[in-house]
């Protein structure tokens, strides 16, 4: 949850709790006004969440990017090796264009913290599923291809944030983040189920 969202929780329900206990208003009208406090808390706190330029996480986004792009020398299927190009490659942009405009650095951190760190970890077990021997039964054939989609799913999310990047106005990428947080958790069991169960076998 954003620090936002907490200020104004945490305001609205002091703000009721002095007007219903302390004060001993109407309980309907102390619940209005704990309600206004917390929407006008939202915008007074908007500040709390923007995310200042840091030349040492975008030396860290540099080294995830460069990971991801390793990955083309280890996968054989040009599809992913393509997905795999187009993320590092636009996500090299977005961070150059960063140097320029820093005022826009909140939407891509929130984008990368995400989407950068789940790349590697499904190319990772894409990875160890291209090196078991029988990788192409039906259930592996199925899990790869949810890798590809997911990894499909990733490139456009990354190419949103660069098409943003040349707006005045940055767009929200929350929303998007949560409908892929909701894919992707998924796709982790099956991944955290796999490696249960070679490691049980």
Do not use: W
Not at 46 to 73: A, F, G, Q, W
Not at 116 to 133: A, C, G, M, R
């Amino acid at each position: 949850m954003k620090k936002r969202y907490i200020y104004a929780s945490l305001l609205s329900v002091l703000l009721f709790i002095i007007l219903y206990v302390v004060l001993d208003f109407n309980v309907i009208i102390s619940i209005i006004l704990a309600l206004v406090t917390y929407v006008g808390g939202i915008f007074f706190f908007k500040e709390k969440d923007v995310r200042k330029y840091d030349p040492n996480l975008i030396m860290h986004y540099c080294y995830l990017i460069s990971k991801i792009d390793n990955y083309t020398n280890l996968i054989e299927d040009d599809k992913v090796d393509k997905d795999i190009k187009d993320i590092s490659v636009k996500s090299e942009k977005i961070v150059n264009m960063l140097e320029h405009k820093p005022d826009k650095v909140t939407q891509v951190y929130d984008g990368f913290d995400y989407y950068l760190p789940f790349t590697i970890k499904i190319l990772e077990q894409y990875v160890l599923l291209q090196s078991t021997e029988g990788h192409n039964n039906d259930d592996e054939k199925k899990f790869i291809k949810e890798i590809n989609t997911t990894l499909d799913y990733i490139e456009k999310e990354i190419d949103k944030l660069l098409n943003n990047m040349n707006y005045t106005k940055m767009l929200d990428v929350n929303a998007s983040i949560e409908v892929f947080k909701k894919q992707a958790n998924s796709l982790e069991k099956k991944m955290n189920k796999g490696k249960e169960e070679k490691e049980d076998a």
